[in-house]
């Protein structure tokens, strides 16, 4: 009976991943359609609202989920040092897969940038909208959903590497990869964003390192 309870209890939290994976994917559909209709301002404040909402939603059932779970505890600082350490080792990273996507592929950026990018410049609302989002709503959502709730869910606190494997994993999977270089990028980005959350026991650290990779993101692709 242990064994099933036991089975029963991995199965519902594995449910809980796919749904809050599924989620996420949604609310840049809505900037998307939007981008279709650049004239139609009534049709792009609807889709900016739904936008809106769901991340609202999203982040309102991952932080529930993120304080059922949480082996840490909630405490810990904002830790600067490990911000700053984090964000250069993410830089000097994506430099080395930038070169090697470039070397094997000739891709001179991964299908995910070229995703994002493609949505910029279209509807001027809904890429001020999705750029401000990028930078503050979507880095809250993610570190609740693949550092806060998926490295809580699943092996015993102890288990240091395993959880960053995992959410680096699953991060990756969320992205867009056309190729394995792609892949280990994304992969390599979820690992270091967990590396710093289990380090500091406190997603606002995650959350700061997030944050500052998609504004330089941004940055670079609006050419600002």
């Not at 410049?121 to 550092?147: D, K, M, W």
Request: aromatic share 14%; glycine share 6%.
């Amino acid at each position: 009976m242990s064994r099933l309870a036991n089975f029963f209890n991995l199965f519902y939290r594995i449910g809980i991943m796919l749904i809050l994976f599924f989620l996420i994917q949604l609310p840049p559909v809505a900037i998307t359609i939007a981008n279709r209709y650049p004239d139609n301002l009534g049709l792009t404040i609807i889709l900016v609202a739904i936008f809106l909402m769901l991340f609202a939603f999203i982040i309102g059932w991952a932080r529930r989920l993120y304080r059922q779970y949480d082996q840490l505890g909630q405490g810990g600082h904002l830790r600067l040092g490990l911000v700053a350490g984090g964000y250069l080792t993410l830089l000097f990273g994506m430099m080395f897969f930038g070169q090697l996507n470039m070397l094997l592929f000739h891709q001179t950026q991964t299908a995910n940038n070229a995703a994002v990018a493609q949505m910029l410049n279209h509807n001027q609302l809904a890429t001020i909208v999705f750029v401000i989002a990028s930078c503050t709503l979507t880095p809250v959502a993610e570190e609740l959903i693949f550092r806060g709730v998926l490295t809580n869910l699943f092996f015993p606190a102890s288990w240091f590497w395993p959880k960053l494997v995992l959410s680096g994993l699953v991060f990756s999977c969320a992205h867009l990869s056309t190729n394995v270089v792609s892949f280990c990028t994304y992969l390599f980005m979820g690992m270091v964003l967990a590396y710093v959350y289990r380090r500091s026991g406190s997603l606002k650290n995650s959350i700061a390192l997030h944050a500052i990779n998609n504004i330089v993101a941004m940055v670079v692709l609006l050419k600002i």
